[in-house]
């Protein structure tokens, strides 16, 4: 442009090469944003009459909050599983031969390869009254009648961790991957033991990882409506499911907008907690 | 002189007028049928769009599946240049759609079919060419003696056992409305109902998110036995899954399944020749065999097979066996009816 005759400073760019992306981002990102918010600030169903009533009433019903707490709780839950059961193949993934590193990826990857819709029907066939675990433990003796597993809250968990379990390990393995070895090494041989080594050495160095792996497993597991609908059945409500109800069969609008707006936010909240963590883990790593 | 500016721009909007056929073409798109997901898209797909074609010179036609709910969205965001022509319509959402003036009234004087049509399907919003029917569904295997009314549900060796939906859905919210009916409630008046949800509690195995979850909750063994769509189960049945319909003797719930033209539909005239053949015996007797299994509404249709072996041998039969429902009165209280639902029933 009519900057290239002036010297350029290296480390500074013109935005023009961003903006086709800014632009794309305002017609099919900001522009939406704004038509719902617009929208959710009606009182009634049609959209003719302004106001806040949409929100007043989302936010002084228990029976909504509980909706969103119950929805976020079970991100956590989630998260927490993911990081439990990833945490472990991830740091496998740097202590074995190229061979077995191979493995891990492909069985990492593998969920990734299959559409949401069958591994959460893959999770209803395993989960079910005749289900692979219902009847290997009635084979075994260990129970007597089928117990409950699918349409209950531990079977959303379990499944949602499965589905979104890639979105935890693959930045676990990256993080895990940039500790240089030597570290472990010179803890050990300074006299700290193994678990001493993982809790000072391991797990801080790994922070900037487990953080960005919660953050995307959690924004994940809160908003996947497919699996919570179809593992947890039609008693159990959680926010996207609401907001599907509001809209779909009931084609109240502004409420289900008020939903989105309220719901868009608690998740923002939740993912710059997660981002001040980071930044603080990133001053704690370096220490 | 082309430099890379030009070059761009031109590129673009041919992509753009690629991408966006309407853009250029307003007149030429062709006719689009928003049907329902699933058995019907696959019977309409093999014998109703055939037959369209067939008596309208092979005119270009294009199959939309999409839930009755997500077609009232798509035409309301679009009134002026609808992306839909035709839309497929269960009760509560037809009221809604008209409700929204997004139908054009049917032009009943130009159709040869609708006087055939029984009584219950002559809307002059939009003829229903196809009936729903909603009774009990079973597993013969696990269950020796058939049901035979709605109150089995109810029964205590089913403990564990019965499988429902939640309101979201046409049959959840139908089937409740019996209920209520059962107990002394009406359309207008839901509380018995729920008072009999709440005892049911403990036969409830699963409530499940919609119908074709429910249908596959058969196949994993997971319930026995719930109230279910006719079709639904024709569906599965003919995979080899266990399951038996029986109409309960409070009489078989029937959906009009209503068909409408879209307002400013730049289609019109297709518009109408598809109902027509969608009403047009020919179509209604195919769709009547396996493995569709659609209750026609054209009483030129003589009823044979599994219909007239489970539901009715003739059209007479078949109202006296059928119950209609007030979808309007429903429609008013529906989303007070889904937030209760939302918080009472937890299991």
């Known amino acids: 442009m009519a900057a290239a005759s002036v010297p350029r400073d290296v480390t500074s760019y013109s935005i023009g090469l961003a903006a086709p992306l800014t632009l794309f981002f305002l017609v099919f990102f900001v522009a939406p944003l704004v038509q719902l918010f617009v929208l ?248 | 002189m082309i430099n890379r500016r030009t070059l761009l721009t031109t590129a673009l909007t041919l992509g753009a007028m690629k991408a966006f056929p309407g853009l250029s073409y307003a007149q030429a798109r062709p006719l689009v049928f928003a049907t329902f997901t699933g058995s019907w898209e696959e019977a309409h797909k093999a014998v109703l769009v055939p037959a369209f074609r067939k008596a ?61 049509l029984i009584a219950e399907a002559q809307e002059p919003t939009g003829p229903a060419p196809f009936f729903q029917v909603v009774g009990l569904t079973y597993n013969p295997d696990t269950i020796k003696t058939p049901p035979t009314s709605w109150a089995d549900l109810w029964k205590p060796e089913f403990k564990g056992k019965v ?47 919609n119908p074709g979850a429910l249908a596959t909750l058969f196949q994993q063994g997971q319930i026995d036995i719930s109230p279910g769509n006719f079709n639904a189960i024709q569906i599965l049945k003919a995979r080899g899954v266990p399951v038996e319909f029986v109409a309960p003797k409070e009489g078989a719930i029937a959906f009009k399944t209503t068909i409408h033209v879209v307002k400013n539909s730049p289609n019109k005239e297709l518009a109408f020749k598809l109902i027509e053949a969608s009403l047009s015996p020919e179509v209604q007797t195919t769709l009547m065999k396996s493995p569709y299994l659609i209750v026609p509404t054209n009483s030129k249709v003589p009823m044979g097979g599994e219909i007239a072996r489970v539901l009715a041998k003739d059209t007479a039969e078949l109202k006296k066996k059928f119950v209609f429902q007030d979808w309007k009165k429903i429609n008013e209280q529906r989303s007070a009816w889904i937030e209760r639902f939302n918080r009472e029933i937890k299991l």
């Open chain 2, 163 to 209: 499988g429902i939906t939640n309101l979201n859905s046409t049959l959840g919210t139908g089937w409740l409305v019996e209920v209520a009916k059962m107990h002394g409630g009406s359309e207008a008046n839901i509380d018995p109902g729920f008072k009999a949800l709440e005892a049911l509690k403990p036969n409830l195995a699963a409530v499940a998110a």
């Open chain 1, 40 to 287: 959710s600030l009606h009182n009634d169903a049609a959209g003719a009459v302004w106001g806040i009533g949409q929100y007043v009433h989302f936010l002084t019903d228990p029976f909504s909050l509980g909706v969103l707490g119950s929805t976020l709780l079970l991100g956590a839950e989630v998260t927490a599983l993911c990081l439990v059961l990833g945490f472990p193949i991830a740091w496998l993934y740097h202590r074995v031969g190229s061979r077995a590193q191979t493995l891990i990826i492909l069985i990492v990857l593998l969920p990734l390869l299959t559409s949401v819709v069958v591994r959460t029907f893959a999770w209803i066939v395993i989960l079910g009254r005749q289900g692979i675990i219902n009847s290997t433990l009635l084979s075994i003796g260990a129970i007597d009648t089928p117990i409950r597993l699918l349409y209950t809250q531990a079977g959303v968990v379990l499944a949602l961790a499965q589905v979104q379990m890639p979105l935890m390990t693959l930045p676990l393995i990256t993080a895990l991957g940039r500790i240089d070895m030597n570290l472990e090494d010179a803890s050990c041989s300074l006299g700290a033991g193994s678990w001493r080594t993982f809790w000072k050495i391991v797990l801080p160095l790994s922070l900037p990882g487990v953080i960005a792996g919660c953050t995307l497993t959690y924004a994940a597991a809160i908003t996947a409506f497919i699996t919570q609908s179809l593992i947890g059945g039609g008693q159990m409500l959680f926010m996207p499911m609401y907001l599907y109800q509001q809209a779909s069969t009931l084609q109240n609008w502004p409420f289900a907008s008020a939903i989105s707006i309220i719901f868009l936010l608690a998740v923002l909240a939740v993912v710059t907690v997660f981002g001040t963590l980071g930044r603080l883990s990133r001053g704690y790593g370096g220490a």
């Open chain 2, 56 to 116: 309208n010179a092979d005119a270009s036609i294009v199959l939309d599946p999409m839930l009755s709910v997500d077609q009232i969205a798509k035409v309301n965001a679009a009134r002026g240049n609808p992306p839909i022509d035709v839309m497929l319509h269960d009760p509560g959402p037809a009221l809604v759609a008209i409700g929204q003036d997004i139908v054009e009234p049917f032009p009943v004087e130009k159709s040869t079919h609708y006087k055939d």
